[in-house]
């Protein structure tokens, strides 16, 4: 079964009762997940911020190291 993250509602929602497409986030792999859909995108959007401000600087990971 999938999760989902109604965007709307705040709810989630499974495969049986998911709203529109436009309003929903997922599929994952247990409500715990969906629950936190919000959370784990914006997490990613900040590492990829991240990685482009590297990237646009010239300026690589391994870099980092040096």
Known sequence: ???WYNTATGQVETDEN????????GPYASAHEASHALQSAQQ???KWDAEDR?????????????
């Open 1 to 3: 079964m999938s999760y």
């Open 18 to 25: 998911r709203g529109q497409a436009q309003d929903v986030m």
């Open 44 to 46: 990613r959007t900040e």
């Open 54 to 66: 590297e990237w646009n600087s010239g300026r690589s990971e391994d870099d980092a190291d040096d």
